[in-house]
């Protein structure tokens, strides 16, 4: 177990970004917000993002699992579904037709070149690249053209509301996300930057999650407002 202020500061931003992606899912006891498929994609979505970092929970650094087996095809895994799930998300989240449409066509297309990428060059350091690469420009080109919908309208309803959070905070991470590619492609096998890009990602987790708590608590606390006043 390592010591020192610099992973005291790690270990603290980690475990909270890991316990805090949770919490998103636990908002689905609201009955009003169990109605929509779209609470339960934002839901889901975190959960899996939990899930996926719950072996480095309370450990240093590098003191867990993290180079396990069982934890790199986990890894690949959620590298697999990390870009479907967000077009699901977005795919439930907007009203508009016409582009659930076209959300709808961006996730079969990606989800098919994925299949055949890895089905004829295996998951390598270099289809994974691609795979990411990708999916973190659709689902900034996606966050982008939803926060884009929603300025555009002068009034909106509570769904959108919180919605906007949601957005707004994937927003933050698949940009913190992107500095984090770059970074790790261009100056890969340097361990100072490997492990600051690490704290980096756990910071951007963490304030990503509670952004979309924040907007979940104002949905789910203002249908119960409005409930109990009429």
Same mark, same amino acid.
């Given at each position: 177990?390592?010591?020192?202020?610099? #992973?005291?500061?790690?270990?603290?931003?980690?475990?909270?970004?890991?316990?805090?992606?949770?919490?998103?899912?636990?908002?689905?006891?609201?009955?009003?917000?169990?109605?929509?498929?779209?609470?339960?994609?934002?839901?889901?979505?975190?959960?899996?993002?939990?899930?996926?970092?719950?072996?480095?929970?309370?450990?240093?650094?590098?003191?867990?699992?993290?180079?396990?087996?069982?934890?790199?095809?986990?890894?690949? !895994?959620?590298?697999?579904?990390?870009?479907?799930?967000?077009?699901?998300?977005?795919?439930?989240?907007?009203?508009?037709?016409?582009?659930?449409?076209?959300?709808?066509?961006?996730?079969?297309?990606?989800?098919?070149?994925?299949?055949?990428?890895?089905?004829?060059?295996?998951?390598?350091?270099?289809?994974?690249?691609?795979?990411?690469?990708?999916?973190?420009?659709?689902?900034?080109?996606?966050?982008?053209?939803?926060?884009?919908?929603?300025?555009?309208?002068?009034?909106?309803?509570?769904?959108?509301?919180?919605?906007?959070?949601?957005?707004?905070?994937?927003?933050?991470?698949?940009?913190?996300?992107?500095?984090? #590619? !770059?970074?790790?492609?261009?100056?890969?096998?340097?361990?100072?930057? !490997?492990?600051?890009?690490?704290?980096?990602?756990?910071?951007?987790?963490?304030?990503?999650?509670?952004?979309?708590?924040?907007?979940?608590?104002? #949905?789910?606390?203002?249908?119960?407002?409005?409930?109990?006043?009429?």
């Amino acid at each position: 177990m390592k010591t020192g202020p610099y #992973y005291v500061w790690y270990s603290l931003m980690a475990n909270m970004a890991i316990l805090l992606c949770f919490v998103p899912f636990l908002f689905l006891a609201w009955k009003k917000m169990r109605r929509d498929k779209a609470y339960w994609m934002v839901g889901i979505y975190w959960l899996v993002n939990g899930l996926i970092n719950l072996p480095n929970l309370n450990t240093g650094l590098f003191g867990g699992s993290g180079n396990s087996p069982v934890q790199e095809k986990l890894n690949l !895994i959620y590298n697999m579904l990390d870009t479907p799930l967000v077009l699901l998300l977005f795919f439930h989240a907007t009203p508009s037709k016409r582009r659930k449409n076209r959300i709808l066509l961006s996730l079969v297309v990606f989800t098919a070149l994925e299949i055949v990428l890895v089905s004829w060059k295996g998951y390598t350091f270099s289809t994974s690249t691609m795979i990411i690469g990708a999916g973190l420009c659709l689902t900034l080109v996606c966050t982008v053209t939803g926060l884009m919908e929603y300025m555009r309208q002068m009034e909106h309803t509570a769904f959108e509301n919180s919605m906007v959070f949601v957005y707004a905070a994937l927003l933050f991470a698949y940009g913190s996300f992107t500095i984090i #590619y !770059i970074f790790m492609h261009t100056h890969s096998g340097n361990l100072i930057n !490997i492990r600051d890009s690490f704290l980096l990602y756990y910071i951007s987790l963490l304030l990503a999650a509670a952004i979309t708590c924040m907007g979940l608590w104002s #949905y789910g606390f203002r249908r119960r407002y409005s409930s109990s006043s009429s």
